[in-house]
């Protein structure tokens, strides 16, 4: 168990790895730019950034993302999907910072 923020994990190197984020620690960098990060797995997605890797493409219209988020966003589209409900209006939206923007109208 994590002391700083009493998360819970299976794996003790999970933990390990979960206590860079308290201390600051970013141990792994980008050989193209140098930017640094916390864990190796958002070294991955980053690269992709340099390197135009699209390994996620949806299988409607073929249009090609670099993470899974991003795909999982866009596929709503062809599903109609929205999972993000005002609860002020029951207006509904296909992501969180849609809904997020919209409730600022309603607490000015």
């Known amino acids: 168990m994590c002391d700083v923020c009493n998360k819970a994990f299976s794996l003790k ?5 979960h206590q860079h984020i308290h201390r600051g620690e970013r141990p792994y960098m980008c050989d193209v730019c140098n930017k640094v990060f916390s ?3 958002n070294l991955i997605k980053h690269l992709r ?3 135009g890797e699209r390994p996620y493409t949806c299988d ?3 249009k090609a993302f ?7 966003k866009h596929q709503r589209i062809h599903t109609g999907e929205s999972p993000y ?3 002020v209006r029951n207006k509904a939206f296909r992501q969180q910072s849609t809904l997020i923007r919209h409730q ?3 607490s000015s």
Not at 13 to 17: A, D, E, I, P, S
């Open 13 to 17: 190197g999970n933990l390990v790895k």
């Open 39 to 41: 864990h190796k797995s």
């Open 49 to 51: 950034t340099h390197t």
């Open 60 to 62: 409607v219209c073929n």
């Open 66 to 72: 670099s993470q899974k988020t991003h795909l999982i």
């Open 85 to 87: 409900t005002c609860d």
């Open 104 to 106: 600022r109208v309603h």
